[in-house]
Structures are given as C-alpha cells and as structure tokens.
C-alpha cells in the first residue's frame, strides 16, 4: 500500500471483516449441499467513508452495491479507474430520470419494479448498446412504503418485460420486512424465480444473509457487515 492507500487499522478491520462474511457464507452454503463460490458477497457502499472502499477494493474485493444514482456517480467513475474489473450493483429504488446515468455506471441493476421504468431501461439499453444484467425486485412483504412488485403481480410483470416491454430479466431481488422471518420472503422468491427459469437470486443482508444462501441466494448484499455502521445520510 502507498501512502495514498487506506491507514493500517481500517486496512486489517475490512479484511477481518471481508474474511469472517465470507466464511460465514461458505459455512452456510456448504451446509445447504452449496458450492461457496456459487455465491456472489455483494459489499453495499451506500454512506461508507471512501477509505472502507478503497480498503475493500485494495484487498481484491470487486463486486459492490450502492443504492442512490447520485451517490454512485460521486464515487465510482474515479474507483473504476484505479481498479480493474470493478462489478457494480444498482440495488436501490430507480427514478426514470437518473436511468441513463445508471445504465452507463452499473453492471447489475436489481431494482426494476414497474412497467414505465421496464420500457424506459430497455429503451436506454437500445439506445446506448449497454447490457447490464437486470433483476426484478419483488416487494415480498407487500408492504406499501417499499418497492417491488407485489407477489401476486410478479408472474404477469416478469412476462411483460420479457415479452411486451423487451427487458431480458436474469433474476429476482427482495429485501423482506424488518422483524419478520426472512426465511419465508426467501423461500417466495426463491419458487418465483424457479417458475420462470431464473438463475440469479438477490437476496440477504447483515442480518440475514447465511438464511438466504440457505434459501438459494446467488447474491448477498452486505453493508454494515463488511465496513461497519454508515454515516446518516
Ligand atoms: C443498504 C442495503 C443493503 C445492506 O444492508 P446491511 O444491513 O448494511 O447489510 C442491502 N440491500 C439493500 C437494498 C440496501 O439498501
């Protein structure tokens, strides 16, 4: 590291703390008869001090979340530049408006959730030649302050962006109720994605991630987990 690089403590804190998920997710996917590196340990960024990231990114970890257009775009263009094969995941709510920037930053984009954003982004993948992988998100709890498609509209929605709207849509997404088992929004979205032949499941965080690569996730998103508390936003 130079001197430029993330001081020594935060340096061997991120390691700890990238080596202890990765093994907790190890454990659980062995446990569940699952290969470990079938699972993909998405860091989410959102509201960390650069330094964590750049401790992160020094250590060889490369796959990572953020959940603001705005935010993303503040950080990662200069990160991409100084570190090779950067695999970055759009995992929070997306305004028709910011889509366009989001396109031309993220390789993952696992927040489609509504017919006007679905046409618009494929709309945006023609028009720029860009081809993130794109999931949709499912609000499992049907709970009416989060988004996601709603359970029951999941089947005609997956349809629609499949056919009508031209969106190829490589997996599912949720992130379940605080205080409610996770296991059972985990299972859920788990036979939606199997019912439509879906390969890519996102779903986990701190709190919950060994539950869901029991359940099958190919990606866990983890934030406090990997870089500690984040500041407010
Ligand atoms: C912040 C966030 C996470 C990470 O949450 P932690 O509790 O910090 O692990 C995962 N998924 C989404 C959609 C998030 O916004």
Redesign the pocket.
Known sequence: MGASGPPRPLYSEIKTNLAAVKARIAAAAVAADRQPESVTLVA?T?LQPLERVEAALALGHRAF?E?RVQEAKAKWPELRARFEGVELHM??HLQTNKLRDAVALFDVIESVDRPKLARSLAAELDRSGARPKCYVQINTGSEPQKSGVLPGEADAFIQACRGEFGLPVAGLMC?PPIGEEASLHFALLAKIAAHHGLGELSMG???DFEVAVTFGARSV?????VFGSRSAP
């Open positions: 989410v959102k979340g959940n995992v929070g992130m965080t701190s709190a998103r983890v934030g406090t987990a």
